[in-house]
């Protein structure tokens, strides 16, 4: 069994979070995480960190690309 077919693991493949008039603001080709793995997600203030979250938890759609 492969470990993202495992309950509760993370998939996303080419996402990408636009805003008008502000562009790309978040560009993820691929993330695989395994299910009880633990993650940090660091960066600047104003890079995506709180827009990518909401995409993983489907609080927010993505401009492009998948999240399973």
Request: negative net charge.
């Amino acid at each position: 069994m492969s470990a993202l077919s495992e309950p509760g693991a993370l998939h996303v493949h080419d996402l990408t979070i636009a805003y008008p008039g502000a562009g790309t603001i978040v560009s993820v080709p691929v993330l695989e995480v395994t299910a009880g793995a633990t993650v940090a997600i660091a960066g600047p203030s104003g890079t995506g960190k709180t827009s990518l979250l909401h995409a993983l938890a489907g609080l927010e759609r993505p401009t492009a690309g998948t999240v399973a």
